[in-house]
C-alpha cells in the first residue's frame, strides 16, 4: 500500500466524521457538569466496575456521565483509526504528526477526566476539592485543543487545500494572520475562564444580566465567585472587540473577502448567537440545556475562529501554478519552431 499526498476522500470524510462525533462528546461532558453529575461513578475508567452499569440509562446523573465516557472511548477509537490510515496512506509527514498529536491529546484528556474523578473530594480525605477541579478545568480546555487538531486534519485533508484550490493567489497581510492568532487566544482564555467559572460553582455568581443586583455594572461586594463570574463577562466584551477588528480587516482585504468571507459571516453570526446564550443562562437561571449550547456554541465559535486563522496561511492556489508553469510549457514549442 503506497503513501501518497494526494485527496483521498474517504480520509477526508472520516476526520470531517471523527470532527462531527466530538461536538456530541462535547455536549455530554457540558451537560454533565451543567447537572453537576461529574461524580455519578466514583470509580474509572470503569463505571461502577463495569462497561455497562446496571440501571445507568434509568438515572439521568449516570446516563450523562456513562455517555460522556462512552463517547470518549470511541473518538479514541476513531483517533487510532486516523494513526493508522494515516500512517499507511499519507505521504505528508505533517498529516502523520497531526494525527499522532491527536491520539496523544485524546489520551491525555481521558487521563485528566479520569483524575478528576479519582482525586475528588469524594474519593480522597481533603479539606477541599481544588484538586479535582483543577483537573475539571484542565479538562474542558483540553478538549478545545483535540477539536482543534480535528479541524486541522479536516482541513488539510480537504480537496481544495490538497487541490491547492483555497483562493489565495498572494500572502494574506501578516496584520490579518496576526489578529486571528489573537483572537484565537482570547477565545481560548475566555474559555478557560468560563471553565473556572463554571466549576467553581459561579455561574451564578451575579444572578442578573446585563446589570448586577445593585445596578450598575460592576458588582460592590466581591469574593472568589463573583470575581470569576465578573472577568467571564469582561472577556466577552474584549473576545467580541477582538473579533470584530479580525473579522473587519479580512473583510476589508478582497482576496481573503472572496476565498472566507462566507466562513466570516458565519464566525459572526455564531458570536452573536454565542452573546445571547450567555445572556440566556444568566435569565433562566442557569437552565443546564441554555447553559450547555453556551459552552458547545462557544467551541464551536474558537474552532470557526481557528478554521479561518489556519487558512489564512495557506498561500497556493490553481492560478498561482498555472502562472508559474505557462512559461515552461511554452519553452519546448518555441524550440520546435525554431
Same mark, same amino acid.
Given at each position: 500500500?503506497?503513501?501518497?499526498?494526494?485527496?483521498?476522500?474517504?480520509?477526508?470524510?472520516?476526520?470531517?466524521?471523527?470532527?462531527?462525533?466530538?461536538?456530541?462528546?462535547?455536549?455530554?461532558?457540558?451537560?454533565?457538569?451543567?447537572?453537576?453529575?461529574?461524580?455519578?461513578?466514583?470509580?474509572?475508567?470503569?463505571?461502577?466496575?463495569?462497561?455497562?452499569?446496571?440501571?445507568?440509562?434509568?438515572?439521568?446523573?449516570?446516563?450523562?456521565?456513562?455517555?460522556?465516557?462512552?463517547?470518549?472511548?470511541?473518538?479514541?477509537?476513531?483517533?487510532?483509526?486516523?494513526?493508522?490510515?494515516?500512517?499507511?496512506?499519507?505521504?505528508?509527514?505533517?498529516?502523520?504528526?497531526?494525527?499522532? =498529536?491527536?491520539?496523544?491529546?485524546?489520551?491525555?484528556?481521558?487521563?485528566?477526566?479520569?483524575?478528576?474523578?479519582?482525586?475528588?473530594?469524594?474519593?480522597?480525605?481533603?479539606?477541599?476539592?481544588?484538586?479535582?477541579?483543577?483537573?475539571?478545568?484542565?479538562?474542558?480546555?483540553?478538549?478545545?485543543?483535540?477539536?482543534?487538531?480535528?479541524?486541522?486534519?479536516?482541513?488539510?485533508?480537504?480537496?481544495?487545500?490538497?487541490?491547492?484550490?483555497?483562493?489565495?493567489?498572494?500572502?494574506?497581510?501578516?496584520?490579518?494572520?496576526?489578529?486571528?492568532?489573537?483572537?484565537?487566544?482570547?477565545?481560548?482564555?475566555?474559555?478557560?475562564?468560563?471553565?473556572?467559572?463554571?466549576?467553581?460553582?459561579?455561574?451564578?455568581?451575579?444572578?442578573?444580566?446585563?446589570?448586577?443586583?445593585?445596578?450598575?455594572?460592576?458588582?460592590?461586594?466581591?469574593?472568589?465567585?463573583?470575581?470569576?463570574?465578573?472577568?467571564?463577562?469582561?472577556?466577552?466584551?474584549?473576545?467580541?472587540?477582538?473579533?470584530?477588528?479580525?473579522?473587519?480587516?479580512?473583510?476589508?482585504?478582497?482576496?481573503?473577502?472572496?476565498?472566507?468571507?462566507?466562513?466570516?459571516?458565519?464566525?459572526?453570526?455564531?458570536?452573536?448567537?454565542?452573546?445571547?446564550?450567555?445572556?440566556?443562562?444568566?435569565?433562566?437561571?442557569?437552565?443546564?440545556?441554555?447553559?450547555?449550547?453556551?459552552?458547545?456554541?462557544?467551541?464551536?465559535?474558537?474552532?470557526?475562529?481557528?478554521?479561518?486563522?489556519?487558512?489564512?496561511?495557506?498561500?497556493?492556489?490553481?492560478?498561482?501554478?498555472?502562472?508559474?508553469?505557462?512559461?515552461?510549457? =511554452?519553452?519546448?514549442?518555441?524550440?520546435?519552431?525554431?
Amino acid at each position: 500500500m503506497q503513501r501518497t499526498d494526494s485527496y483521498k476522500p474517504g480520509l477526508a470524510w472520516f476526520c470531517f466524521f471523527a470532527l462531527v462525533w466530538s461536538t456530541f462528546l462535547l455536549y455530554a461532558g457540558g451537560f454533565t457538569t451543567s447537572i453537576q453529575a461529574g461524580m455519578a461513578f466514583l470509580d474509572w475508567p470503569l463505571s461502577n466496575g463495569s462497561l455497562n452499569p446496571e440501571g445507568w440509562m434509568q438515572d439521568q446523573d449516570q446516563l450523562a456521565e456513562h455517555s460522556h465516557r462512552l463517547l470518549g472511548m470511541k473518538l479514541g477509537l476513531l483517533s487510532i483509526g486516523l494513526v493508522i490510515w494515516t500512517q499507511l496512506r499519507e505521504s505528508r509527514v505533517g498529516v502523520r504528526r497531526l494525527a499522532w =498529536a491527536l491520539l496523544a491529546m485524546i489520551i491525555f484528556q481521558g487521563l485528566l477526566g479520569g483524575l478528576r474523578v479519582l482525586l475528588d473530594i469524594q474519593n480522597i480525605e481533603a479539606q477541599h476539592n481544588l484538586i479535582a477541579q483543577t483537573f475539571a478545568v484542565l479538562h474542558a480546555c483540553g478538549a478545545q485543543i483535540v477539536i482543534c487538531l480535528l479541524v486541522s486534519l479536516s482541513i488539510v485533508c480537504s480537496k481544495p487545500w490538497i487541490n491547492r484550490s483555497a483562493g489565495l493567489s498572494r500572502p494574506v497581510p501578516h496584520t490579518i494572520q496576526h489578529w486571528g492568532i489573537i483572537a484565537c487566544v482570547g477565545i481560548f482564555l475566555q474559555i478557560l475562564a468560563g471553565a473556572v467559572m463554571r466549576h467553581a460553582g459561579a455561574g451564578l455568581a451575579i444572578p442578573t444580566f446585563p446589570f448586577v443586583p445593585e445596578g450598575g455594572l460592576i458588582p460592590t461586594f466581591w469574593n472568589f465567585g463573583i470575581g470569576v463570574h465578573f472577568i467571564h463577562r469582561v472577556g466577552a466584551i474584549l473576545v467580541t472587540g477582538i473579533l470584530l477588528v479580525f473579522l473587519s480587516k479580512l473583510w476589508s482585504y478582497a482576496q481573503t473577502r472572496q476565498a472566507f468571507g462566507w466562513l466570516a459571516i458565519t464566525v459572526t453570526l455564531t458570536l452573536t448567537l454565542q452573546i445571547y446564550l450567555g445572556a440566556l443562562t444568566i435569565w433562566t437561571m442557569k437552565n443546564p440545556h441554555a447553559a450547555t449550547y453556551h459552552m458547545l456554541v462557544g467551541a464551536f465559535l474558537m474552532a470557526q475562529t481557528y478554521a479561518l486563522t489556519f487558512l489564512t496561511f495557506r498561500l497556493s492556489s490553481k492560478s498561482t501554478h498555472q502562472t508559474k508553469a505557462a512559461p515552461l510549457k =511554452a519553452t519546448p514549442s518555441k524550440v520546435e519552431a525554431q
